[in-house]
């Protein structure tokens, strides 16, 4: 509803009439009328309005159109309060909030409300609507909002649900979408659903994280899974067993996937959710973390028209984004891409995309050796995890084709060794593979709640900073806010480790040597370890000190 002031303002300043107003208020409700209904009034000029009002009251004019504005930023002010004062968070620093209004009438009113509702002072500028409402469209809806958009997407083959959905009770149907829907909202990776003997619980990972952020009644635990199991398409009446299946919903208009897995406790069956959304698929490999010259040597690994690039890390350090990345980097109407994936996480247009079924007997071998039959030029295996798929990834390399794929080790040099430990004979080795990445990572601190963490030089340089680094380094923590939950975390980042193989380290190959010999020299040729490219992020105010470490531990340097 547009504010009478904001109407005055508008009629005063001669840039519409009272009877081009009424006109737009015609054949609707006077609630249904936004500021945005004013753009359709052909004298309005609202850049021009705005930058009349800003002299006249001496507001700052700032075209938003130019300005880029973070989404962590926009998401400081929930929708409701976007909408109630016409504001818009565009920056953040450590001393205020820089808020974007088309309507100075809000400015007064909304100064200390909203000042105490984000526990840091308030500071305006003015804009114009067309603006505002470009970026107010990347505003998310809350939970309340979204819980009643929930809508199934009901599987090709058109099968009834067993159990039909009042039979479960509207309380658990409405509970359950709330769970999906705050997942979403909250851009979790993974649901826990967890019955205890006198507990039910469900957790979010939320940047990493479990956090408990419900606890239901015990006497729902059973409906509450049986409504998951219904909607994922699992056999409700089979409890002794884990299953897996697939949730396919629209939340707010918006399709969204979850990966389900029961799990038979002790107490009852356990559900996790993975919550696989396109839109938090980073693609664009500037974004990730890499630094410029880790960018730089993973690109020019990539482009090679044949070889290997390896990316490794534990379970959960993002190894699949910075191989879809890279896929989509190379993605391009004159290559043939396919790939081999246990299971296929996001779908990828223009890439041949094929899940592992072992029960079927399609492994990673056998995919492998399918690809090369299907004129490839580059292939993506999920994982080698054996010698079998070792060797027909070298031979594919070797003969051609561009090879992307992971493994499980601790760091990009051990991963050399593993490959020698696995039975590949040091030539081919050393013949076939151009880079290793290896990556963990880690929360970023909450731009909202940052502030100057009180570490002493010698504990900075215990970490791994040079002693003349540490007299200069300012290390930051997050106190906690609304924003990130108390947590003094939002988001996360990633740290790379990219092992070129350059003739130096190509020699030590093939003499067999150790991955510590091969790490040293690695290092000697430009490479940053894991904890050299972790504290270069504690340095930017990217991470907390004890972040850093704690994802790089086994990183001595």
């Not at 379970?315 to 896929?327: C, D, I, N, V």
């Not at 056998?366 to 580059?378: E, V, W, Y």
């Not at 963990?440 to 900073?465: A, H, Q, T, Y």
């Not at 030590?508 to 020299?521: F, G, H, T, W, Y």
Request: aromatic letters at 6%.
């Amino acid at each position: 509803m547009v504010r009478d002031e904001f109407m005055k303002l508008i009629t005063e300043n001669g840039m519409a009439t009272l009877k081009e107003l009424r006109r737009i208020s015609m054949n609707k409700d006077p609630d249904e009328i936004s500021e945005f209904d004013l753009l359709s009034i052909r004298s309005f000029d609202d850049k021009k309005f705005a930058e009349m009002i800003g002299v006249k009251l001496n507001l700052t004019y700032i075209d938003l159109t130019k300005a880029k504005v973070q989404n962590s930023t926009i998401e400081v002010l929930k929708r409701k309060y976007v909408i109630k004062h016409r504001a818009l968070p565009i920056q953040i620093t450590d001393k205020k909030i820089i808020m974007a209004t088309f309507d100075p009438t809000v400015i007064k009113p909304s100064l200390t409300p909203l000042g105490e509702h984000l526990k840091k002072p308030v500071e305006f500028v003015l804009t114009n609507i067309s603006a505002w409402q470009k970026l107010f469209t990347r505003v998310k809806d809350s939970v309340d909002d979204l819980v009643s958009t929930v809508i199934e997407i009901k599987s090709s083959t058109g099968d009834e649900d067993i159990v039909k959905e009042e039979d479960i009770g509207q309380d658990v149907v409405t509970f359950v979408n709330r769970i999906l829907a705050d997942a979403f909202v909250r851009k979790v990776s993974d649901i826990h659903v967890e019955p205890y003997e006198k507990t039910f619980r469900v957790r979010f990972r939320l940047d990493g994280s479990l956090q408990t952020i419900y606890s239901p009644p015990k006497s729902m635990m059973p409906a509450v899974v049986s409504r998951l199991k219904i909607l994922s398409q699992l056999d409700i009446s089979e409890k002794r067993k884990p299953q897996d299946g697939r949730i396919k919903l629209s939340i707010g208009g918006k399709p969204i996937d979850y990966r389900v897995s029961s799990l038979p406790t002790l107490f009852g069956e356990k559900v996790v959710l993975r919550l696989l959304d396109q839109d938090n698929l980073q693609l664009d490999m500037t974004k990730l973390g890499f630094e410029t010259k880790q960018l730089d040597v993973f690109k020019k690994g990539i482009h090679n028209p044949y070889g290997m690039v390896l990316v490794t890390g534990p379970t959960g350090s993002g190894k699949t984004t910075t191989l879809y990345s890279a896929l989509a980097e190379l993605n391009v109407e004159g290559t043939n891409i396919s790939t081999a994936e246990d299971p296929c996480e996001f779908n990828l247009e223009g890439i041949n995309q094929v899940n592992v079924r072992k029960e079927v007997g399609l492994t990673f071998a056998s995919a492998l050796k399918a690809f090369l039959r299907q004129d490839p030029d580059i292939i993506m295996v999920g994982e080698i995890r054996d010698l079998e798929v070792g060797e027909i990834a070298v031979e594919a390399s070797l003969t051609g084709h561009m090879v992307l794929s992971t493994l499980h080790t601790n760091d990009a040099p051990s991963t050399v060794t593993r490959l020698l430990n696995m039975g590949i004979e040091p030539f081919l080795v050393v013949a076939a593979l151009n880079v290793v990445v290896a990556q963990r990572l880690c929360r970023k601190i909450c731009i909202n709640c940052r502030e100057v963490d009180s570490i002493s030089k010698d504990e900075l340089v215990s970490c791994g900073f040079a002693p003349a680094s540490a007299n200069q380094v300012k290390a930051y923590k997050g106190k906690g806010c609304e924003v990130c939950g108390g947590t003094g975390n939002k988001g996360r980042v990633a740290v790379y480790e990219v092992l070129e193989m350059t003739p130096k380290v190509r020699e030590l190959v093939l003499r067999n040597a150790s991955s510590d010999e091969i790490k040293a020299q690695a290092i000697k040729d430009g490479m940053k370890t894991l904890r050299m490219s972790a504290l270069t992020k504690v340095a930017q105010g990217l991470m907390t000190l004890s972040e850093a470490v704690a994802n790089t531990a086994s990183d001595n340097d």
